[in-house]
């Protein structure tokens, strides 16, 4: 029968009301020693003095990471910017009364003064990520990097190298680790609650508008000039299955292409633009006008004005201007919308893991199993059911897009940098690096219609 927890209880079960180890009756499997924790910023003390960040590129994830300062200015406070879009730059810095000798254009910029803060934030575009890393480790900033560590191998694992070499903090944004949803499964699977782990099957259902957004209009819709997608938008779920099984991936097979979005399959009467007078506009799921004008669907990426009398206005110059506006079947993107990879590790343990586009929903799903139990969940709930008794107990939470993560990172990475101390880190430089490579080695095995060993 299945015992539904209240929110309260729910927090108890899972450390979030006392900060404590997460625990779980065993049902007769052995536990291990592993302690686990959710970083929780009220438990810690606040450092001597604040870490002082520099924000490169001041979007989405440089706007999520920079608020935990506003939320906790005793912890976390952000003395530059670099961004050149100029909006961007001043809201940020406006935000966050960033002087005007600490406003940047480029990141470049930032690094041509003497160091001057603790730390560097790179939430730069995928294909900025390795120069200014390399840089700032050069002249002794830690750093919160956001993921992927940067577009190629040989890359990351330069980026590793130096981290090495200068024994700086180095946190690569794998905010699944952080999730409790997550570190509750790893849990489970750790002391042994489903007997032996057998195998995974996780999947990320991207979400067809968010495909059409990110990858065939967005920022990332070529990978030969930014990042595969299986490491734009999936490094996170490799390096979650890394990190539940718990021992290194051997093998990989990875299926995928692009099927939909490309000129043949365009529709007769589509033009070059959806504002053109496209003659199927209205019955396209993907034109740009019902998108960012009429639905007002992630708009973040115009840098709108405040004003929402202006913002209609804005949206259709944008719409004429720039890739967001363009016909889905004429871009020059090569990102594949559909994408299976099966992995098998060192102890056995083998996974599949698939990345879809043409969903209607997003919010990745997990299924695990066992020896004695198997675990089904969908980032928000999961249900464990006992083999032996049938029991099936569930668990429910509310999260974000992250499941909780960001912050939660932001959390641990601040005390690493104040402690200097990057084993309090769960996704360090040197556990990002080893999932990152999985990555790599999926595509290749894509691109080649081979199986491939992964070399760490």
């Known amino acids: 029968m299945g015992k539904a927890l209240s929110r309260r209880n729910l927090l108890k079960t899972l450390g979030l009301i006392t900060g404590g180890i997460l625990t779980m009756p065993l049902h007769g499997f052995a536990e291990t020693n592993l302690r686990l924790h959710i970083p929780d910023p009220k438990k810690y003390p606040a450092p001597i003095k604040p870490v002082t960040a520099i924000t490169l590129g001041a979007g989405n994830r440089g706007t999520v990471y920079g608020n935990y300062a506003l939320q906790y200015p005793e912890h976390l406070k952000i003395v530059g910017v670099a961004d050149p879009i100029v909006i961007r730059k001043e809201r ?18 930032v690094f041509n003064r003497p160091k001057f803060a603790d730390a560097v934030i790179i939430s730069t575009p995928d294909n900025l990520h390795f120069g200014p890393c390399m840089k700032a480790l050069s002249m002794g900033y830690d750093i919160l990097l956001e993921k992927p560590i940067a577009p190629t191998e040989k890359e990351c694992r330069k980026i590793l190298a130096l981290a090495k070499k200068t024994n700086r903090i180095v946190a690569v944004c794998h905010v699944l680790r952080y999730s409790p949803y997550f570190i509750k499964l790893r849990e489970l699977i750790q002391k042994g609650t489903i007997g032996e782990l057998i195998s995974i099957q996780h999947f990320e259902p991207i979400q067809h508008i968010h495909m059409s957004h990110s990858y065939v209009r967005g920022n990332w819709h070529n990978s030969k000039e930014t990042t595969p997608i299986i490491l734009a938008k999936s490094c996170h779920d490799l390096d979650i299955l890394r990190w539940l099984v718990g021992d ?13 979005f490309k000129k043949e399959n365009m529709p007769v009467g589509a033009t070059s633009r959806c504002i053109d007078g496209c003659a199927i506009e209205k019955e396209c799921p993907y034109s740009a006008l019902k998108i960012y004008y ?16 202006k913002q209609g206005e804005a949206i259709l110059d944008r719409l004429k201007t720039t890739n967001y506006g363009r016909c889905v079947y004429q871009m020059d993107n090569d990102q594949p919308d559909h994408y299976t990879t099966n992995l098998q590790f060192s102890n056995g343990v083998t996974a599949a893991f698939s990345m879809e586009a043409f969903t209607s929903y997003e919010g990745r799903r997990t299924r695990i199993m066992g020896s004695h139990g198997d675990i089904v969940g969908d980032m928000s709930q999961f249900t464990y059911t006992n083999f032996l008794t049938g029991e099936k107990t569930e668990w429910q939470q509310n999260s974000d897009a992250h499941g909780g993560g960001d912050w939660n990172l932001v959390s641990d990475w601040i005390q690493a940098v104040s402690q200097q101390n990057s084993g309090l880190l769960s996704s360090s430089i040197d556990a990002s690096v080893e999932s990152h490579i999985i990555g790599f080695t999926a595509e290749k095995s894509r691109l080649k219609g081979t199986t491939e060993k992964v070399i760490l």
Do not use: M
């Open 92 to 109: 940020y810095s406006e935000k966050h009364g960033i002087p005007v000798e600490n406003r940047f254009v480029t990141w470049e910029d």
């Open 248 to 260: 290194s991936c051997e093998r990989i097979s990875a299926f995928g292409d692009l099927k939909w």
């Open 294 to 309: 009429r639905d007002r669907q992630r708009t973040h990426v115009f840098d709108l004005p405040t004003e929402e009398d």
